[in-house]
Each structure stands twice: as structure tokens, then as C-alpha cells.
């Protein structure tokens, strides 16, 4: 995939959209309403949040949530991932989340803001420097 600049109104709109995401997050256990979304090669946009279950093995994060409705919706890859948390520094993703985030976007950008409006961002490769991929076909 290639690599492309992320300009500041698709940051704005994958943040507004992450942060929206958020209010409808079903976290009856942890409290911790996590929005997501991510940009499509083809600028789209795709938001998710976090889903708990009583079996906590069936919770999905809300990073996964927006990847896999990119998927779903006939996205190959994302070039970037922004994520919301209502805490007052930013929050990266899960283990889980960052090895979803290898099959789908190795060379994307996430920026992880919270509720302060503070962002950290990262390049992928800075998060999961070593993450496990299956040889090309």
C-alpha cells in the first residue's frame, strides 16, 4: 500500500466521527465508552465503538468494530485510525486492536485523542513494530 498525508479536515472528521461513536458505546461493565474510526483508501470514513459482553472473551473493541465495518462495507485497507477515549491523556489501542490493525493497515497513521482534546500519534509500525503477518501470497 501507499503511504498519503492524512490533511487536518479528514483528522477532524475521523476524530468527530471517533468522539461520536463513543456516545453509543454499550460498556455497562468497564465504563469506558472508547470510539473509533477509520479512514478507507478511498476517503471514506468509518466509525465504531466498543461493545461489552457479560462473557468479557466477547467484548470488541471499538477499533476492531470500525475495521471490520470498513471491511463489511468493501474496504481492503485503512490509511489511518483515529481513537477516542474519555480520559484526560490519550489512550492507545489494545494488543488485540493493533494486531487487527497490522492485517488491514501496516502503514497507517492513528492518532489517539482524549477528552481534553491532547493527541498522541504514531505511525502503525511505532505501536506494533514486530506484529505477525502471513507471507504475501
Known amino acids: 500500500?501507499?503511504?498519503?498525508?492524512?490533511?487536518?479536515?479528514?483528522?477532524?472528521?475521523?476524530v468527530a466521527?471517533?468522539?461520536?461513536a463513543?456516545?453509543?458505546?454499550?460498556?455497562p461493565y468497564s465504563r469506558f465508552a472508547v470510539g473509533a474510526a477509520v479512514l478507507t483508501f478511498d476517503g471514506g470514513v468509518c466509525?465504531?465503538?466498543n461493545v461489552e459482553n457479560g462473557s468479557f472473551g466477547?467484548?470488541?473493541?471499538?477499533?476492531?468494530?470500525?475495521?471490520?465495518?470498513?471491511?463489511?462495507?468493501?474496504?481492503?485497507?485503512i490509511i489511518a485510525l483515529a481513537v477516542y477515549t474519555p480520559t484526560p491523556t490519550p489512550t492507545t489501542p489494545c494488543g488485540a486492536c493493533l494486531q487487527v490493525i497490522?492485517?488491514?493497515?501496516?502503514d497507517a497513521r492513528v492518532r489517539c485523542v482524549c477528552a481534553?482534546?491532547?493527541f498522541d500519534e504514531y505511525a502503525f509500525g511505532e505501536l506494533l513494530p514486530h506484529g505477525f503477518a502471513l507471507p504475501p501470497e
Open 17 to 20: 466521527a471517533a468522539k461520536a
Open 102 to 106: 497490522a492485517e488491514f493497515g501496516r
Open 116 to 118: 481534553t482534546g491532547a
Open 47 to 49: 466509525p465504531g465503538c
Open 58 to 77: 466477547l467484548t470488541v473493541c471499538a477499533e476492531r468494530n470500525a475495521i471490520f465495518r470498513a471491511v463489511a462495507d468493501g474496504a481492503k485497507a
Open 22 to 27: 463513543s456516545a453509543h458505546a454499550h460498556c
Open 1 to 14: 500500500m501507499v503511504e498519503r498525508n492524512i490533511s487536518d479536515d479528514e483528522w477532524r472528521a475521523l
